[in-house]
T-cell receptor, first 110, second 116 residues
Framework: GENVEQHPSTLSVQEGDSAVIKCTYS??????FPWYKQELGKGPQLIID?????GEKKDQRIAVTLNKTAKHFSLHITETQPEDSAVYFC?????????FGTGTRLQVFP | GAVVSQHPSWVICKSGTSVKIECRSL??????MFWYRQFPKQSLMLMAT?????????EQGVEKDKFLINHASLTLSTLTVTSAHPEDSSFYIC????????????FGSGTQLSVL
């Protein structure tokens, strides 16, 4: 089955710096990789996703890169702002389900 | 993006009572909905897959009789926690995808259940 590992568990950055969160997966057949942002007391929000036929996708300050050979994908946030502070989860599919990583608590200090 | 509405956002109940949580897809039809459970500072754990018009599929270790799921229409799934106990206290979240699969899942706002 699919196993998703996520690092780091916590990440603190200064406002304006970049943040990178990395996930590895085990099922080489996986072809869809989303990233979610969860604020305290709320449900996760899809912020970006990538399919296995591309290596990188960008949306303003957020980007996701995928290395299928190494079976890892990363979330990149540039020019971080205090409102980026949240818990971020990666996920990978297992048949008809999504398996989530353990989460990264990102803190952006002003 | 698509909107998934979940109610209530929080509920406090006495031990032994049952609690129903509703999950609605507001602007799309969802033949499949997913129910997750999340403990403080932990990841989302899939409890069950709710299928419209048929029985839910439960993950290993999740008690079917404890967590009753009903997906009676294409826009509504309900999770009932029966005979709740303090250990059932958790954050419950539903999700659904306009594509009907596990891609581009949109989540409800979650329900914080506290069992006294």
């Amino acid at each position: 089955g699919e196993n998703v590992e996520q690092h780091p568990s916590t990440l603190s950055v200064q406002e304006g710096d970049s943040a990178v969160i990395k996930c590895t997966y085990s099922d080489s057949a996986s072809n869809y990789f989303p990233w979610y942002k969860q604020e305290l007391g709320k449900g996760p929000q899809l912020i970006i996703d990538i399919r296995s036929n591309v290596g990188e996708k960008k949306d303003q300050r957020i980007a996701v890169t995928l290395n299928k050979t190494a079976k890892h994908f990363s979330l990149h946030i540039t020019e971080t702002q205090p409102e980026d502070s949240a818990v971020y989860f990666c996920a990978a599919p297992l048949t008809d389900k999504l398996i989530f990583g353990t989460g990264t608590r990102l803190q952006v200090f002003p | 993006g698509a909107v998934v509405s979940q109610h209530p956002s929080w509920v406090i109940c006495k031990s032994g009572t049952s609690v129903k949580i509703e999950c609605r897809s507001l602007d799309f039809q969802a033949t499949t909905m997913f129910w997750y459970r999340q403990f403080p500072k932990q990841s989302l754990m899939l409890m069950a897959t709710s299928n419209e018009g048929s029985k839910a599929t439960y993950e290993q270790g999740v008690e079917k009789d404890k967590f009753l799921i009903n997906h009676a229409s294409l826009t509504l799934s309900t999770l009932t926690v029966t005979s709740a106990h303090p250990e059932d206290s958790s954050f419950y979240i539903c999700s659904a995808s306009p594509g009907g699969r596990n891609e581009k899942l949109f989540f409800g706002s979650g329900t914080q259940l506290s069992v006294l």
